[in-house]
């Protein structure tokens, strides 16, 4: 089976002042479809930039990035686009939405940036929107709604480009510990259903019985955590 | 223009405003251009009107620009203009300001003096008639037939003939014949209105007369108050259009900042940069055609209401020209401050980088 995300050997560094501070230091991780990964750690390990490189946000000073099997390492800033709009679901931290749109149009938006609109759009949207358990508020703006029901609809936009790789930033950090299981427990189960591979980055070690596969970042260095848990 | 339509919805206030500026501004503008084109025409339109296409004039002296009253052209400069090559047709205009009788009063007025016989002289101009401007007409009550004394000399308007002033001022047209005893006080100007066709050169014919000609439209300028007012009225028409560049400019860039955290987001997600400039652009074009059409619109019929009291021309060529102008230089003002979306990095929308 193709991995739905392969790093290697990846190293990140950072000016500040006269010397180079190391984000990530020759890390190496692999994603399978329908695999959960959470990778925890204290803020400032690199977890962001671990997001970033992933995401084909940041380019690594060194080592190699595959999605679904493809080098992506050093794609052009447009490519990198592509792949982002094609291949990758972004779940924000918080509310990093725009304020203008109701939930069903933070969807549609996504498509839109496809260059694709109209009726089976706004189907997509409003199917996903159900999956989220938000069917009731797809005509709702970003104020309009709880800190738990935003965090869904992040989730379901990420979906909607029928992404191969789910990444997530920092889904619980606005939501108590209940609110905070159910996001990751929806995370774990889209990932499964859909054979996403996904990478939850987070500092919350609470959430983390429903997640196979945890790992821990620090100083840069990834290592496994714990493997068991009884979720995704 | 997805983002767009909405975004103008939600920031109904921001865009409210921004968009009156932009109908106050709009509004200026138009009315200024038709206030230019009235006054120009209230300067020039007789001379626009001549049959001829070319005019000659006396050459300046060092030092002063070609002028319209201070031309002096002989009677054999007239019969030397006529033999030229490329002329079909040569005329002598006399031009000078005098008091018209009309009645008990004196109305001020350009006297145009031509021989009845030349082409330049209107129809129904006949020794011992002028022929007057409709705009004269109408304010004095004159018709065919009344009289107007003009220096003591008594004439019968002979016709009215079409919109027609020189300086502000009606032109009233008086036979060649009359003409030493009306103005022969040196007062009076004079020029040469040529007809002419393949084969005339200018600067032939300036060598071989001892004058300067030009187009009839080139000509404008050497009418003192048209050039000067001109002049003055562009200029601020130019400064609103600037102004209103650096206004769509400067709400563009705070609205632009303000929106980095979306534009962050869009990028995140895979949005091309000309997808979001094109959406914005988009956005600055609905606005500027708006409000823009809202002033010319109220502009327009301010115009058309106070046309009769003030020099006013509505037209498309102070209407709709201005406009697209206005709307041009506005969107070339938001291009400037739209730019900065290349320069948002999407890893901002993460969460530790922000």
Known sequence: MTAALELTDITVTYPDGGRRLTALDDISLQVQPGETVAVVGPSGSGKSSLLAVAGLLLTPDSGRIEIAGEDVTHVSRAAASQVRLTRLGLVFQQSNFIASLTAREQLEMVAR???????????????????????DAAGRR??????????????????????TLLLVDEPTSALDHERGQDIIRLITRVTLEREIGT????????????????????????????AGGHGG | MFLALRDLRFAKGRFALM???????SLLVVMLTGLTAGLGRQSTSAITSLPGDHVAMSTAPAGQDLSYTSSHVSDGALKTAARQHGVSDAAMLHIAQAGVQVGDHDVAATLFGADPASFVAPTGLRAGSVVISDDLAKDQGLSTGDHVAISGMKFTVGAIRGDSSFSHLPVVWVPGA?????????????????????????SAFDRAVGVQSMATDDSLSAIGSYSAEHGSLTMMQAMLMGISALVIGAFFTVW?????????????MGAR?????????????ILLLAGGAVGTALAAGLGTLVGDSIPFVVDLSTTVVPLVLLVLIGMVGAAAAIRRISTVDPITALGAAR
Do not use: C
């Open chain 1, 142 to 163: 970003p104020h309009q709604l709880s800190g738990g029901q935003r965090q869904r609809v992040g989730i379901a936009r990420a979906l909607m480009n029928d992404p």
């Open chain 2, 273 to 285: 940069t000309w997808y979001l400039v094109r959406d914005a652009l988009g956005e600055a074009l």
């Open chain 1, 113 to 135: 940036l496809r260059g694709d609109k109209g009726g089976s759009v706004r189907r997509r949207a409003d199917e996903l929107l159900d999956a989220v358990g938000l069917a």
């Open chain 2, 256 to 268: 632009t900042i303000g929106r980095t955290p979306d534009l962050a987001v869009l990028k995140a």
């Open chain 1, 199 to 226: 990478v939850v980055v987070t500092h919350d070690h609470g959430v983390l019985d429903h997640v196979k596969r945890l790992l821990t970042l620090e100083d840069g260095h990834l290592s496994p955590a714990y």
């Open chain 2, 178 to 202: 009359d003409w030493g005893r009306l103005a022969g006080n040196g007062a009076d100007s004079s020029v040469l209105v040529l007809q002419t066709g393949s084969g005339f050169s200018a």
């Open chain 2, 19 to 25: 968009g009156a500026v932009i109908v106050l501004i």
